[in-house]
C-alpha cells in the first residue's frame, strides 16, 4: 500500500527481456534498508524489488503490465516516480494507493495557471464514471485531487493542478500534450460501484 507522494525519481539504466522484462533502476535510496521481496512504487505500478545494489534496484515487469500501462515508459533512460511502501505509523500524506493500474490516461493540454500548470487529460469511458471534481486520483504514482470533468466529442475529460513543488520532485516537470499516464482511480470509488452494482442484482 502506498500513499501516492513520491519519494525520489529513478533513471532505468539497462531494460533486458527474460520472459518478463527485467529493469534494473538508478535511485536515491538507502538500499540496504530495501530487502528483496520488498515493494516500490514505479510511476504507480507496485513492483517487487528482486535485486539491488549500493544505488540501484531491479524489478521483473510482466508482459501484462507492459501492456496495460504508458508506453514508452519501461525503457533505458526513462525516469520514473518511486515511492516505497507504506509502513505502520507512517503519515498518510496523500491518499490510499494501491499500486495497481487501472488504465491510461493521455496528456490533451498544459497552461500555466498562477505559479502552477493546468494539466487537462482524456479519461478512457471505462474509468471516467470513478472520477469526481474534487475527488483523488493517482497519475504516474503522484496523488493529486480532480479539479473539473468535462464531457467532450471524444471523451471525457479532466484537469488537474501541478503545483512547482510537484513539479520539482516528480516527473512531471517534463509533462507535455501527448504523454501518457497511468491511472489509478480512489479505491473508494472503486468498492462503492462494486457494492452499488450488487445491490441492483
Known amino acids: 500500500m502506498f500513499t501516492g507522494i513520491v519519494t525520489d525519481i529513478g533513471t532505468v539504466t539497462k531494460a533486458e527481456k527474460r520472459g518478463d522484462l527485467r529493469l534494473t533502476i538508478r535511485c536515491d535510496y538507502a538500499m540496504d534498508s530495501v530487502a528483496i521481496g520488498a515493494s516500490i512504487a514505479c510511476s504507480g505500478v507496485c513492483l517487487t524489488v528482486v535485486d539491488k545494489g549500493g544505488d540501484w534496484f531491479a524489478v521483473d515487469v510482466s508482459v501484462e503490465t507492459v501492456s496495460r500501462t504508458a508506453?514508452?515508459?519501461?525503457?533505458?533512460?526513462?525516469?520514473?516516480?518511486?515511492?516505497?511502501?507504506?509502513?505502520?505509523?507512517?503519515?498518510?500524506?496523500?491518499?490510499?494507493?494501491?499500486?495497481?493500474?487501472?488504465?491510461?490516461?493521455?496528456?490533451?493540454?498544459?497552461?500555466?495557471?498562477?505559479?502552477?500548470?493546468?494539466?487537462?487529460?482524456?479519461?478512457?469511458d471505462d474509468l471516467a464514471r470513478f472520477v469526481a471534481p474534487k475527488g483523488s486520483i493517482t497519475l504516474d504514482g503522484v496523488s493529486l485531487t480532480v479539479n473539473e470533468i468535462r464531457q467532450a466529442g471524444d471523451g471525457t475529460h479532466a484537469s488537474v493542478n501541478i503545483i512547482p513543488h510537484t513539479a520539482q520532485v516528480t516527473t512531471f516537470s517534463e509533462i507535455a500534450e501527448g504523454r501518457q499516464l497511468n491511472v489509478e482511480i480512489d479505491v473508494l470509488a472503486r468498492y462503492i460501484d462494486r457494492m452499488l452494482a450488487t445491490r441492483a442484482q
Open 71 to 124: 508506453r514508452d515508459q519501461w525503457r533505458e533512460g526513462g525516469r520514473l516516480n518511486l515511492e516505497r511502501s507504506l509502513r505502520m505509523g507512517d503519515e498518510l500524506g496523500g491518499h490510499i494507493v494501491t499500486g495497481h493500474i487501472d488504465g491510461v490516461a493521455d496528456v490533451m493540454g498544459v497552461c500555466e495557471e498562477g505559479g502552477s500548470h493546468r494539466v487537462w487529460l482524456r479519461i478512457h
